[in-house]
């Protein structure tokens, strides 16, 4: 099953916590803090990996969740941090936000990675925050939550070539004649019901990526028939080889009526180089068609070739003219430049929702982090997230709310008691 679309959810993990330690050790009783801090969760990266094709493991896996880091230890032994978590993609993967439709990044190389969820950072532990003032704090740090993200996964073909036209024209008897590609045939439309890759061998050096895509049709780009979902397959190529088949009863309305399909769907399509040619030269009848169509296509301004799939006439030629014309066209550039990781919004800024009369919920990056990495049952804690309230400002935003002893405030998953 070929399968080029995919939505999955993907989520880092949790940096270890903190710990409140105190060193104890014969003749030191009173030896100082000690506590460890956790290690950092994993990551989560894409990686193109080229013995994958399609996104059909994505049909059974959706979900990919980082393993956590680990607590922080005594005697300031750092918690273990987790290993990334590697997902597995194929080339030409476009990745996309499935809630912004955002593209994240365009994965096209052997062991290009994007980085898609960082992992939390582990919590600090009580010796961080030891001063002269306060020599042995019970102040700790539980680990960063990790990132999670809905992604869209959408791939696209990367070919040399793309073989278009027609059902039934022969595109996938001529990749199976010039490749080790084994393509469906049959004598009926629609025998290619997936796109199929094949590599040509010119010279010891010298190869071509040639892709055969399903027939279109008139409409294709609006959905009918199998067009659409296979269109964006021709993307990537850098050109066409337009098949027309020479038993049609109008071989240069089919050749007309696929230009306009393609450049309905993507102007830059009608716009890329093609190589037309003229399939099934062995019958007689069609000897006799090529006469009068090849001076019609070629005042059109294409290059066009008699060729037989079945007695692989001027398939040779047909492949060193394609690989010329490739060495004419530049590369194409990937859809989007990888970015570079960054924080989508001000991680400083917070909103204050009123939810009724005596609840407000506190939304913001930055103080949602903090209340997670809080220790709620050590007073130290507490207290520094009280501060953390006041540097942010939601202190006063919230008093200007007009907050009062006794009123619920929730921040993140935490119901808060406001008290003065």
Known sequence: MFVDEAEIYVQSGTGGDGIVHFLREKYRARGGPDGGDGGRGGNVILIVDRHINTLTTFRFQHEFIADNGKSGGPKKMTGKSADNLFVKVPAGTIVYDAHTDEVLGDLVDEGQTLLICKGGRGGRGNTHFANSRNQAPRTAERGEPGEERNLRLELKLIADVGLVGVPNAGKSSLLAAV?????????????????NLGVAELTVDDTIVLADIPGLIEGAHMGVGLGDAFLRHIQRTRILIHVLDGMAEDPLLDFNQINAELSLFDTKL????????????????????????????????????????ASHQNLREMLWKAYHMLQETPLPEPIALMPEYHAQE?????????????????????????????WWDQPGSVRRFQRILEVLGIDAALRDEGVLPGDTVRIGEYSLEWQE
């Not at 439309?189 to 796109?195: A, D, N, R, S, Y």
């Open 346 to 374: 001000d991680p400083r800024e917070f909103s204050i929702r009123v939810a009724d009369d005596h609840e407000y919920v506190v939304s913001g990056k930055s103080i949602e982090r903090a209340a997670a990495m809080t």
């Open 270 to 309: 009608g716009e890329k180089p093609q190589l037309v040619v003229f399939n099934k030269m062995d019958l007689p009848d069609v000897q006799a068609l090529w006469e009068l169509l090849q001076p019609q296509i070629e005042n059109l301004g294409f290059p066009v070739l008699p060729v037989s799939a």
């Open 179 to 195: 490749t080790n590609a084994k393509p469906k045939i049959a004598d009926y439309p629609f025998t290619t019901l997936e796109p």
